[in-house]
């Protein structure tokens, strides 16, 4: 999240207020709010919705009919104009050698929405630029992306051949750049949870890319893969813990600004065995924001009324609005277990993550190493 800690927001009906006019409802033609008579002063509003990385939409969408929020969002406007020129220089990098190569330039998460959902780039801040190269084009990335003058940042405990394996990413970051991240993705559904417990259909979403606005050889996700894909990511790959706000944000523009057929997404949610995932964050966004036609199509995905129960008890309207985190400790744990869709499954990634298959030791430790060494390893570790 940017900006510091701030106070929890006072009531859900006040944040879906705020956050409806975010994303495209009526505005006061002019004239200030008075927050008090809501409970929240214009400053803490401010802090808020910087702290959630919405501050640079709210200002673009608010300033005229709420100028004392305007002028307390403008160090955050500032900042993140500043920050999205530098990503913007890298995308047009990106763009021209991708083009000389031959490679289409498939944007993933904020790079996609930034130019195809809002109105400027710079009001969707993000730290940096996600694109998707299937296997098969990855040399060839990475080949351009060194031409370009990145290199390639690999960690230890996730060496290359781990994260090929999870589906995961390649990061190149530009020496000398304070903002120049490039994640290159194998698959727009990364990890070992996913790897595990779903069955996602990387061709078919491939020949469903989209072109974003008139970028020739620039592409996007189609509407419900990209609403599948921010669900996902925001539930598994974040455990609700990371801008979840600002992705149902993300979710709610897209379907306001590309359309999307919640049916057919729910459907697919289904098919690759993530509408547990999917539903558990569609019901925050029509709780916190609302999109006309999606709530009736999602009963084919919900779970049962005890893992509705158990997901509750760990993320609640309340619990985002207030950015609580839970990725740590044994509650993410069990909310990445009780987001599996089939018990079958639940139960591969709890063995699984104790007792990991061949080819990830394989890949973890750079050679076939043996589950007993595995563990020793795990248990000197805690131990230090």
Known sequence: MRGSEFAPWPDVATARFVLQQL??????????????????????????????GLGPLAYARCRRAWPALGAALQADVVSAVAESSWQQASLSRLK???????????LLKGAALGIGVYDEPAQRT????????????????????GELGYRSSIKAERPLALEQLSQGEIRFVQPGWQVGLVEAHWSPFLGWWLARTADVDDPGIW?????????????????EDMIIHLAVHTAVNHQFGMSALRS????????QKRGVDWGEAAER?????VGTAVSTVLELLDQLIGVDGMEEK????????????????????????????????WQRYALLLLLVDRPRDAARLLWRTVWPEAAWLAARYGEPTGHGRHLWRLVRRRAV
Do not use: K
């Open 126 to 145: 993000m730290s940096d630029v996600d694109i998707w190269a299937p296997a098969g084009e990855m040399p060839t990335v990475a080949r351009v992306m």
């Open 298 to 329: 999602l009963g084919g995905i919900r779970p049962s009324a005890v893992r509705r129960y158990l997901l509750r008890r760990l993320v609640t309207p309340e619990s985002v609005l207030a950015g609580r985190d839970v990725r740590h400790g």
């Open 269 to 273: 949610a289904a098919a690759w065995r």
């Open 207 to 223: 020949a469903r890319l989209a072109q974003v606005g008139d970028e020739t050889g620039v592409y996007q996700l189609c509407p």
């Open 23 to 52: 994303t495209g409802r009526t505005l006061p033609e002019s004239g200030e709010v008075n927050w008090e008579d809501r409970g929240l002063a214009v400053g803490a509003l401010a802090g808020w919705l910087t702290a959630h």
């Open 96 to 106: 021209s050698a991708f083009a000389a190569a031959g490679l289409p330039l498939v």
């Open 248 to 255: 149902l944000v993300d979710m709610a523009l897209t379907a």
